[in-house]
């Protein structure tokens, strides 16, 4: 059977996924980056390997996220694309008539908006990350609940407190002191999913049309306190998408299909075996002007294989 | 005594042969760095702008290789690059150095006297002729970038940069009109070899901001050439002979000369908002009209007179269905973030021009 592999490696999480020719995901991995992105995807290779069945051969491989450019060049990939057009690509293939996608994930938010299956407009955070789930994360380690029942415990709350959500500095700030105002716990953490989805719309939703149906997605989506937070600020319904926390691979799996499907192309990927190669990135500042770019190469057993950041072609690679 | 003047895209090559035209001894600015950035954010107030802070970045760094004396443009309106110069004189002196300040803004007569005042052997032909040589570099950087923007389209970065340090350099050194004659020539030739038999561009992006952010390729982490480098071609509004026309030119002799962005912009803002607000509106307007695909704003983090601009724009985009992207720019900006969201935009523009042909998955 075809399989096409989808590779996401962010700043916080690597998500690998393998479709069918349908589109449907076959097998699933959901792996934390740690700041080592080629670590991370041969890892996450070995146990894709380990649990897919013997019959599937990877006909296309697609990578994406902001070390999309870097996988592709340990795996060989066949399509790499940015994060915002994967994710409207899969959202678009699960919910085919989505108009809105809001996605949260580890350090970026975005909105997508579609009409008719295409991406007209999107917005991303640019200067605060105030409200992903990098902060969420850090607030359910201080109150010591497991981030997974973060959500469950905001739905419990009867009376939402008001958090000032602007900077997560302070939302934290804020959120001590009405603990110490003796609020309980549920009503607080409901008030903070209220106070991220506040500032979320207010900063990346701003002047943007959200039409229904609309998409949640990224890993913050599991988080049933935000997915309920919006549904009241939007007044809609909030389709949470199964595989929500994985779409960025889903989106990069479907264009590497794409791709290879039309193009009738035989797919770039070195196979599983790049798992056993030992891939090093090094960096240095090139002294050559004032510039002082700084370079980053990959070497495949011991090989450089990849180099970029540099602004001339002093560095470029002999073809 | 040796003056220096604040660097913004490849105006020192006119500032240069204007000044060197009046015997005045020069301390280039040197290129913008991380360390110039650094610097600037080190000592500027933090709610300061990216433009402020990357200018005393680079006065820090001439006055340490021995500029004596600044000079710089003034201003006045509601934005703050009137309020610069003052600010940085403030704060290179508490920093200890020891310099000379000199804000060019009207009346025209304080600015001649500066002039007379550093040149020591100052005359009017000089001046004039002077004037009139660094005015023609100044026009040909603008037109070598003009035409690389708009045919130097799926050219990579490296290629654009090895080949425009070059020729701004002969630029720089060029003596006289014909030199400058054949530079012109022989650079549209290039660019043009370059690009033989490549694809063409499909898509048309008009570029519109804060006139720093949009000259400075420093400060806009390159948007101009990754944007070439992802096939699109390019209209940039903003270039400082423009300004200079429109603001000092004009504006001395009280005529308008934008007359045409003006009225473009007029449905949705009458007034002027400081910096170059009105102008942004009005050229994206008219780049609606010109059938654009889309266009892109830059502005630094807390500019207001673009962020007026940019709540006006939302209406820009959906009357003309003109998508518009928004890059806000500071010393936190970063270049993976900036080009990820120019390939998504790039392929929403796609996707839109092909509406009727495949699109992705569809």
């Known amino acids: 059977m075809n399989g096409y592999l989808g590779i996401d490696v962010g700043s916080v999480s690597t998500n690998l996924v393998v479709i069918n020719s349908e589109g449907e995901v076959l097998e699933k991995i959901y792996l934390r980056t740690k700041g080592q992105p080629i670590d991370v995807v041969q890892r996450g290779l070995k146990e894709l390997k380990q649990s897919l069945a013997d019959d599937i051969e990877i006909k296309g491989v697609g990578t994406t996220g902001s070390g999309r450019n870097l996988t592709s060049v340990v795996v060989g990939a066949d399509t790499v694309k940015n994060e915002i057009t994967a994710h409207a690509v899969a959202s ?174 035989e797919t770039s990927f070195k196979g599983w075996n790049v798992t056993e190669i030992e891939y090093t990135p090094s960096s240095f500042e090139c002294e050559g002007c004032a510039n002082l770019c700084e370079v980053i190469e990959i070497r495949m057993d011991g090989e450089i294989v990849s180099r970029w950041g540099h602004r001339c072609n002093k560095w470029d690679l002999a073809q | ?43 500027s107030p933090e709610s300061a702008c990216l433009p402020f802070k990357l200018v005393l970045g680079n006065f820090i760094e001439a006055l340490e290789l021995g500029a004596e004396a600044i000079i710089m443009a003034g201003g006045n309106g509601p934005c703050r690059f009137g309020h610069f110069g003052e600010l940085a004189n403030d704060i290179l002196t508490d920093l200890g150095y020891e310099f000379e300040l000199y804000i060019l803004e009207p009346p025209v007569k304080s600015i001649v006297d500066i002039f007379v005042k550093l040149s020591p052997n100052f005359n009017w032909v000089q001046v004039i002729k002077s004037l009139r040589f660094a005015w023609k570099k100044l026009i040909l950087i603008e037109e070598i970038k003009k035409y690389r923007l708009k045919h130097g389209v799926f050219l990579s970065k490296n290629q654009i940069n090895k080949l425009e340090d070059e020729y701004l350099q002969l630029i720089r050194e060029a003596k006289n009109k014909e030199e400058l004659a054949s530079i012109d020539h022989n ?71 934008n007359r045409k962005v003006i009225k473009a912009a007029k449905r949705y803002l009458q007034e002027g908002v400081g910096g170059l607000g009105l102008e942004t509106v009005g050229e994206t307007v008219l780049y609606g009209e010109q059938g654009y695909d889309g266009v892109i704003q830059l502005a630094p983090f807390g500019c207001m007179p673009e962020i007026v601009a940019k709540s006006l724009l939302t209406e820009v985009e959906r009357d003309f269905g003109l998508p518009v992207l928004t890059l806000t720019l500071d010393e936190h900006a970063s270049a993976t973030g900036v080009q990820t969201r120019l390939e998504a935009f790039v392929d929403l523009l796609t996707q839109k021009k092909n509406l009727n042909k495949k699109t992705f998955l569809n």
């Not at chain 1, 959200?210 to 007044?235: C, H, R, S, T």
């Open chain 1, 92 to 265: 678009s293939h699960i919910v085919p008539d989505v108009r809105t996608v809001l996605e949260i994930g580890g350090q970026d938010s975005k909105i997508t908006i579609l009409r008719n299956g295409i991406v007209v407009d999107f917005a991303m955070n640019t200067v605060c990350a105030a409200g992903t789930g990098s902060f969420l994360d850090q607030q359910a380690a201080r109150l010591g609940i497991p981030i997974e029942d973060f959500g469950k415990m905001a739905l419990k709350s009867k009376n939402k407190v008001r958090i000032a959500g602007r900077c997560s500095v302070f939302a934290e700030s804020d959120m001590i002191h009405k603990q110490q105002m003796g609020h309980n716990l549920e009503d607080i953490i409901a008030g903070l999913c209220e106070a991220l989805v506040r500032n979320y719309l207010n900063n990346v939703g701003q002047g943007k049309d959200i039409l229904a149906p609309v998409v949640f997605q990224g890993g913050v989506a599991a988080n049933e306190g935000i997915k309920e937070a919006f549904a009241e600020a939007l007044e809609t319904e909030i389709v949470v998408p199964e595989h929500h926390d994985v779409m960025g691979a889903i989106g990069a799996a479907l264009l590497a299909k794409d791709k290879i499907v039309n193009d009738g192309e």
């Open chain 2, 1 to 43: 005594m040796k003056v220096t003047f604040p660097q913004m895209g490849s105006l020192n090559i006119p500032l240069e042969t204007l000044l060197q035209g009046l015997n005045i001894e020069i301390v280039s600015p040197p290129p913008l760095t991380k360390r110039t950035l650094n610097l600037g954010v080190k000592y």
């Open chain 2, 187 to 257: 650079y549209k030739k290039e660019i043009d070899e370059f690009t033989d038999g490549q694809q063409t561009s499909l898509l048309k992006v008009g570029l519109v901001g804060d006139i720093y952010t949009v000259s400075e390729p420093f400060a806009n982490l390159n948007v101009s050439k990754r944007l070439n480098e992802l096939g699109v071609a390019i209209d940039r509004a903003v270039f400082v002979s423009k300004w200079v026309k429109d603001n000092l030119i004009c504006g001395a002799l009280n005529i308008s000369s």
